[in-house]
C-alpha cells in the first residue's frame, strides 16, 4: 500500500478526519539515518503527526515543523511537513535504544523524556510564521500533539500514531485525526462519543497490518454519522530539498578566511544534511571559486 493521505468529514461537516499511512518514508528515514528501533518509532510518528497537521493548511506551500525536545537520551526531534504531502526530519540520538516499556512496547516516551516542550510552527510562506509551545505530557508524541491541538488551537481532537518495526524494516506506519469543529464543538455529547471510539481503537499499526484501508477504517470509527470519504487520495513521501548548490551557499557564508583554511587543513570540504542524511563534498578548486565570487563581490 503506498503512502498516503485520505481526508473525510462527518455529521454535516461537523468533524473533519484525517488519516496517513507513512510506511515507506519511515522506513526511508531509518535507512537514511540509521535509527534505532525507539527512535524510528519516535520520528516515525512525529512525521506521520507532521502531515496530519499541515493537511489542515490553505496555501500549497504551506508547512509545519514539530521540534519534541524533553529530557530523555533521544534528545531533540525535528519534522519539517508540508501541505505537499512531503516531509522530512531527524533525532538528535539515532542510536539511542531502550527496553520495551511497561506494555511491551517500543519506550519512545522514556527515550523522549516526560519533561520538557513542543514546539510547533506553521508557515504560510509569507508574513510571519505563527508559533506554539506546550509542555510534554508524555513523550509518546501522539499525546503531546493531541495536547498542543487543544490548549493551542482549541479544537477538540482525538489523535491516534503508530511505527511498527522488526527486524527487516518498518511495516507499517500512519496515524488518523478527528477533530470536531467549531459548528459542533459545544456538543459534548459527540466530542465523548468520538474520543472514545478513537480510544477502543487496537492501536493504528494493527489496523494496517490487517490490510485495512483508510476509508474502511475511518467507516470503522465514523460510518453511522453521515461519513463522507474525500475522493482524492494524496501520494506521501520522504523529501529533503537541500542540493550541492546550497550546501556551497552555505559554505559561502563562512567567509574568505575560513574558506581558505578548510582548503589549506582539509583539502576540501565536506557537509552533512542534518535532515536527510545526504552528505556534499566541495574540492579545493570550488572553495577557491567561491573565495573569487567573494571577493568580486566585495571589489577585493
Not at 516542550?117 to 506554539?132: A, E, F, Q, R, T
Request: glycine residues 12%.
Amino acid at each position: 500500500m503506498p503512502d498516503q493521505l485520505v481526508r473525510a468529514t462527518a455529521a454535516d461537516g461537523g468533524i473533519r478526519a484525517v488519516g496517513v499511512i507513512t510506511t515507506r518514508l519511515t522506513q526511508e528515514a531509518r535507512q537514511r539515518h540509521k535509527l534505532s528501533y525507539v527512535a524510528t518509532a519516535a520520528l516515525g510518528r512525529t512525521m506521520a503527526a507532521g502531515l496530519l497537521l499541515a493537511s489542515g493548511m490553505k496555501q500549497p506551500q504551506s508547512r509545519v515543523n514539530i521540534r519534541v525536545k524533553g529530557d530523555g537520551p533521544l534528545g531533540g526531534i525535528l519534522i519539517d511537513a508540508g501541505l505537499d504531502g512531503t516531509v522530512r526530519g531527524y533525532v538528535d540520538h539515532p542510536d539511542v535504544e531502550l527496553p520495551p516499556n511497561a506494555k511491551g512496547k517500543l519506550d519512545v516516551g522514556g527515550a523522549v523524556g516526560r519533561d520538557g516542550y513542543l514546539y510547533v510552527i506553521k508557515d504560510v510562506g509569507y508574513g510571519y510564521p505563527s508559533s506554539s509551545t506546550v509542555e510534554i505530557v508524555s513523550g509518546e508524541i501522539g499525546d503531546d500533539v493531541t495536547h498542543y491541538l487543544v490548549s493551542s488551537e482549541q479544537t477538540p481532537s482525538a489523535l491516534v500514531l503508530g511505527v511498527f518495526v522488526e527486524a527487516k524494516g518498518v511495516t507499517a506506519a500512519g496515524g488518523i485525526l478527528v477533530q470536531v469543529l467549531p459548528k459542533a464543538a459545544r456538543d459534548e455529547a459527540l466530542v465523548e462519543l468520538l474520543e472514545s471510539r478513537v480510544s477502543a481503537l487496537s492501536g493504528f499499526t494493527p489496523l494496517l497490518q490487517a490490510n485495512k484501508t483508510l476509508p474502511e477504517i475511518f467507516e470503522q470509527l465514523l460510518g453511522d454519522m453521515g461519513l463522507e470519504i474525500l475522493s482524492q487520495t494524496q501520494l506521501l513521501r520522504f523529501h529533503c530539498g537541500c542540493s550541492f548548490d546550497r550546501m556551497l551557499g552555505a559554505l559561502k557564508m563562512l567567509g574568505q578566511a575560513e574558506l581558505q583554511d578548510m582548503i589549506e587543513k582539509d583539502n576540501g570540504a565536506e557537509a552533512t544534511c542534518h535532515f536527510c542524511g545526504q552528505v556534499y563534498q566541495a574540492s579545493s578548486w570550488e572553495l577557491e571559486q567561491l573565495i573569487v565570487d567573494l571577493q568580486t563581490e566585495t571589489g577585493g
